[in-house]
């Protein structure tokens, strides 16, 4: 008698590990989010039954295409274009091609990210939520995190410290030993309702210095946030300037130092006299600016080669890199200084 044999089929699959048919199908495509426990169980039945479609070794290895997708927040600023510059430079040199994404807070931008088979992504983002970064580690994408923001709930991904928590702290212990004692830090404006909170370790770095030194116990109060757009952040600072004293102006990035600075000059403070400035990112418009703005430099090159080389890691051999840190170096200029 002979035996009759029959192929097993997706429907098998389906049955056995106790999903439906479309959650096998995204399991072996890695073409969408599959939560994690479901996806463990088809691939333990994919290999119980020896389940060997066309597809399956692809999509169970990853078929490599050599792209990187870069997601970031403003991909219009200054920073991320060098940024993304160096990335691009380091990657190319690697055999990659990046892509730079905005990000979008989706379900459906994290499937349409799955379902294109990045080789990998980097991101550097103080706003997109760890329920979506962990859904694309769990899709078996390497994910390389670039430190903005405190990031030790996400399992799984490479991580970059850019040294702005750091930053943040020496910025405020600059001008305090400047004399200066009242100082405001002006967040990001964003139409979106992207703001800071204790999260961002810039926005950390400052609170807690400020605390530690004395010079506030509630640092919430010298924040100006919740702007939508530049004249906004203008007509904040003004506000804020005709009410409380202020003495030094720190902005998150060199944009909103700038347009801090020209709304106090526009009120007839003089910088540095009265009031001393401080931006973070080291951008072109820091350097042109009346005065010249102080401010905290970000070593692009050097973190973009490590995170290039983290991926490349995590993608060949399939490894968790250890955590790499970087330290920003601040760049007085005639905004602080007498």
Do not use: W
């Amino acid at each position: 008698m002979v035996k009759e044999f029959r192929q097993v089929t997706r429907k098998d699959v389906a049955q056995l590990a106790g999903v439906s048919e479309t959650i096998v199908s995204y399991v072996i495509n890695n073409n969408r989010y599959v939560d994690r426990e479901k996806r463990r169980r088809v691939e333990e039945v994919i290999r119980e039954l020896n389940y060997r479609p066309n597809t399956i070794a692809r999509a169970l290895k990853g078929k490599s295409t050599n792209h990187i997708a870069f997601i970031a927040d403003q991909i219009i600023t200054e920073h991320f274009s060098l940024l993304i510059s160096e990335l691009d430079k380091h990657a190319y040199d690697l055999g990659y091609m990046v892509s730079l994404c905005s990000n979008r807070n989706s379900q459906k931008f994290i499937n349409d990210i799955i379902s294109r088979r990045y080789d990998g992504i980097i991101i550097s983002s103080i706003s997109f939520p760890s329920e979506y970064i962990q859904q694309l580690i769990d899709a078996r994408i390497p994910v390389v995190l670039l430190a903005n923001r405190d990031y030790r709930e996400i399992q799984g991904a490479g991580l970059i410290h850019n040294g702005l928590y750091e930053g943040a702290k020496a910025v405020v212990r600059y001008l305090a030993g400047k004399g200066r004692r009242n100082i405001i830090y002006i967040d990001r404006f964003s139409n979106q309702g992207h703001f800071s909170d204790y999260n961002d370790l810039r926005y950390r770095g400052f609170v807690e210095e400020t605390r530690a030194l004395g010079i506030s116990q509630n640092p919430g109060e010298l924040v100006i946030t919740g702007c939508a757009d530049p004249q906004e952040v203008a007509g904040a600072v003004k506000k804020y300037l005709e009410e409380y004293p202020v003495d030094a102006i720190f902005g998150r990035n060199d944009k909103v130092a700038c347009i801090a600075m020209q709304a106090a000059q526009q009120l007839g403070r003089l910088v540095p006299g009265d009031i001393a400035v401080v931006g973070f990112d080291n951008s072109t418009m820091s350097q042109y600016t009346s005065p010249p703005i102080t401010s905290m430099e970000i070593p692009r090159e050097g973190i973009a080669k490590s995170a290039v080389e983290m991926l490349q890691q995590m993608i060949e051999q399939g490894e968790i890199p250890q955590p790499v840190t970087y330290s920003t170096r601040l760049i007085e200029r005639a905004s602080t200084s007498l």
